[in-house]
Antibody, heavy 119, light 108 residues
């Protein structure tokens, strides 16, 4: 199982960023994809989860109006778009897959995408 | 929202010694608890899920215990590669994926 994320981004406040997560080594539609971010020196923060089979998603309350998670089953790729960026959105963003197709802890992780928000 | 609290914040341990890390949930999460190790500059690594099941490839010196609101991660004999930050995470209640603030295990 591999999860390969897109490269680092530098954005200005108010802009949007879209992070991709290309998966391989398993059947993409059988497992949800979780998005987690981690600001420097902070604990990881769960952002949301998407089911590639149904398209159903669940987003943490604080991100509901700024985050869109999508998937492309033809390329086994998940995407997370964060809009109206602020300086406190500076963090490493990770995609991850659970042990099995249900809440179970995230066993496989992407390498992380550093998003820096600065004017 | 469930709050996960880890203790201690920092644990100083000599190589070869045992380390015991604690995680407390503000309400019961059953056995829906995971432990992760994170080394500097790396992604989190799943150690334990279901409170006590080791993930694939995790050495037997790592063990998890507990249920409901009190959980423990034990590293039986610390190796040099085990000095890192450890996070617990509940996945029982929404938002599913609440992490504790972490315990840093450092060399004494």
């Amino acid at each position: 199982v591999q999860m390969l994320q897109s490269g680092a981004e530098v954005k200005k406040p108010g802009a949007s960023v879209k992070v991709s997560c290309e998966t391989s080594g398993y059947t993409f539609i059988n497992y949800g994809v979780t998005w987690v971010r981690q600001a420097p020196g902070q604990r990881p923060e769960w952002m949301g989860w998407i089911n590639p089979y149904s398209g159903d998603s669940d987003t943490a309350q604080k991100f509901r109006d700024r985050v869109t998670m999508t998937t492309d089953t033809s390329t086994s790729t998940a995407y997370m778009e964060l809009r109206r960026l602020r300086s406190d959105d500076t963090a490493v963003y990770y995609c991850a897959r659970e042990v099995y197709s249900g809440p179970s802890g995230n066993e496989y992780w992407g390498q992380g995408t550093l998003v820096t928000v600065s004017s | 929202e469930i709050v996960m609290t880890q203790s201690p914040a920092t644990l100083s341990v000599s190589p070869g010694e045992r380390a015991t890390l604690s995680c407390r949930a503000s309400q019961s999460v059953g056995s829906n608890l995971a432990w992760y190790q994170q080394r500097p500059g790396q992604s989190p690594r799943l150690l334990i899920y279901g409170a006590l099941t080791r993930a694939t490839g995790i050495p037997a010196r790592f063990s998890g215990s507990g249920s409901a609101t009190e959980f423990t991660l034990t590293i039986s004999s610390l190796q040099s590669e085990d000095f890192a930050v450890y996070f617990c995470q509940q996945y029982s209640h929404w938002p599913r994926g609440t992490f504790g603030q972490g315990t840093k295990v450092e060399i004494k």
